[in-house]
């Protein structure tokens, strides 16, 4: 049983390496049905149809159906099992040329999040609201605790701890709302800190910005369909945290970094991102108060 478990992790392994193949050429004569042109191929030199083509099936109409919503003529399923289970070696595929046989990224982020949009307005399975009811008197009731502090006896409201919560709120309510935007824009933000430690990685050691950006949206696009998963199964914790791992996964596979050089690069790129909030939100504060100085003179 063990020999068996480890000829299946090997065979799985090389799989991961292995970039995914286009069906090989059709040798045969066909006529296309279409503009009766002789050829020979997959589709037909002059209006492109497949070869394939004949009576209506209702596997065609599904095919129509995905055609419609851009997934029927490129890798769409391709592409997210390969997200699913190699997405370090299909970004590093996609970025090397291999993009013919995959899912444009950025059409792919669109797609997931139209789908994240759909199951949080009424697909999940877990919507409980009560649970909901109860997370609701725990934000009012946070409010006030953050919003109302104890001064000499007296209650006085604390605006810098008034703005800190609603951004907070911001925030997550941006997550629950829409994983896959939210998850495109953290990684958007950590992409130029990142960038510095990525851009002479091991595998690719010459990676340019824009092609740092793609690899940015396709492990967006991961780790938001790992997500969804969760949550339409209700098990969103647990695929909560195992897609926040294939983040990390991808990142691995697509840089060629070991476990701890990753790790330590991106504790590097969030200490820079921490400095970097502490500085403006100090900014932004700063300015807020001389603004109501200023405001409190004027009405003086």
């Given amino acids: 049983m063990k020999h068996k478990f480890k000829v299946w992790l090997r ?20 006529v296309c049905k279409s503009c009766d042109t002789e050829f020979c191929g997959n589709y037909c030199p002059r209006c492109g149809q497949s070869a394939r083509v004949g009576r209506f099936s209702f596997k065609t109409a599904f095919q129509l159906f995905l055609n419609n919503w851009g997934l029927g003529n490129r ?8 997200l699913m ?23 792919l982020f669109f797609v997931v999040a139209a789908l994240s949009l759909l199951i949080d307005e009424g697909v999940k399975l877990n919507v409980d609201k009560q649970q909901q009811e109860a997370q609701t008197e725990v934000a009012e009731k946070s409010d006030k605790d953050w919003i109302t502090v104890t001064k000499d006896g007296k209650e006085v409201h604390s605006k810098t701890a008034y703005y800190i919560l609603h951004t907070l709120k911001v925030v997550e309510a941006l997550e629950n709302y829409n994983p896959a935007l939210f998850s495109l824009m953290l990684l958007m933000l950590v992409s130029l800190p990142l960038y510095i430690f990525f851009r002479r990685c091991p595998a690719i050691p010459d990676l340019r910005l824009s092609e740092h950006m793609v690899a940015l949206v396709f492990i967006s696009s991961s780790y938001t369909i790992i997500r ?3 949550d339409v199964l209700t098990f969103g914790g647990t695929f909560r945290l195992i897609a926040v791992v294939m983040v990390f ?24 991102l921490l400095i970097l909030f502490v500085v403006i939100v100090a900014l932004a504060i700063l300015i807020i108060a001389m603004w109501q ?3 409190n003179d004027f009405a003086a």
């Fill in 249 to 272: 996964v991808a990142m691995r596979q697509f840089t060629g970094y070991s476990r701890r050089r990753l790790f330590l690069y991106l504790f590097l790129t969030f200490l820079i």
């Fill in 11 to 30: 065979a799985y392994r090389i799989w991961q390496h292995t970039p995914h193949k286009v069906a090989p050429n059709d040798e045969q004569q066909h």
């Fill in 75 to 82: 890798g769409f399923f391709v592409t997210v099992r390969d």
């Fill in 293 to 295: 100085n200023e405001l």
């Fill in 85 to 107: 289970f190699r997405p370090g070696f299909l970004i590093r595929d996609y970025v090397s040329g291999r993009q013919s046989s995959y899912f444009p990224p950025f059409q």
């Fill in 228 to 230: 969804l998963i969760g």
